[in-house]
């Protein structure tokens, strides 16, 4: 059950586009169409942003949008802005029955 | 309104044991997949068990297998996380949290444990 992997960190300026990565294995990401993207602010509760890949739930904005590439799935958010500094984490369901978290990216808007 | 309420945290010693219990409102509890997920002040979530709508199937992360242990009561809609031999390296916020598509979370309860 090892963590997915993710950058620790990726920045961007206000307004850009930036992608973070979230990669695993054939027996969790390459197998299900079962990874969600989940954004934290300090101090806060976790909220979902993505889910099964690219399913965007009621009330995130449309500047987020999810991905998936063999492997390696992916979290863009087109015209970043201040607000969307948090950290963010994916996850995925495996062969195993079990879930699997990524370590965390920490996003700075520059 | 969907909400998840988590409580029985506190300090513990090693070896010592805790009950969660998550109340659940807001939502046809008895259909959904509920999890346990962890996450120590400062660092990564990491998914600890999840158990199906009618209560058989039960799934756990390899570090806590053995140990612990998912319940749940469907008349009183409460969630139970039973924790036994506990470690210094379960310390951490434990958050209730409803399955996907729109994984809903509770405020979580912290556990420290420590002699």
């Known amino acids: 059950q090892s963590a997915l992997t993710q950058p620790a960190s990726v920045s961007g300026s206000p307004g850009q586009s930036i992608t973070i990565s979230c990669t695993g294995t054939?027996?969790?990401?390459?197998?299900?169409?079962?990874v969600s993207w989940f954004q934290q602010h300090p101090g806060k509760v976790p909220k979902v942003m993505i889910s099964?890949?690219?399913n965007r739930p009621s009330g995130v904005s449309s500047r987020f949008s999810g991905s998936k590439s063999g492997n390696t799935a992916s979290l863009t958010i087109s015209g970043v802005q201040a607000e969307d500094e948090a950290d963010y984490y994916c996850?995925?369901?495996?062969?195993?029955?079990?879930?699997?978290f990524g370590g965390g990216t920490k996003l700075t808007v520059l | 309104e969907v909400q998840l309420v988590e409580s029985g945290g506190g300090l513990v010693q090693p070896g010592g044991s805790l009950r969660l219990s998550c109340a659940a409102s807001?939502?046809?509890?008895?259909?959904?997949?509920m999890h346990w997920v962890r996450q120590v002040p400062g660092k990564g979530l990491v998914w600890v068990s999840r158990?199906?709508?009618?209560?058989?199937?039960?799934d756990y992360a390899d570090s806590v297998k053995g140990r612990f242990t998912m319940s749940r009561d469907d008349a009183k809609k409460i969630v139970y996380l039973q924790m036994n031999s506990l470690r210094v390296e379960d310390t951490a916020v434990y958050y209730c949290?409803?399955?996907?598509?729109?994984?809903?979370w509770g405020q979580g309860t912290l556990v420290t444990v420590s002699s």
């Open positions: 054939s027996s969790d990401i390459g197998r299900y169409n079962y």
């Open positions: 949290v409803r399955d996907r598509p729109d994984w809903k």
């Open positions: 807001g939502f046809t509890f008895s259909i959904y997949w």
């Open positions: 158990l199906n709508g009618d209560g058989r199937t039960t």
């Open positions: 996850n995925s369901f495996t062969t195993s029955g079990t879930w699997v």
């Open positions: 099964d890949v690219s």
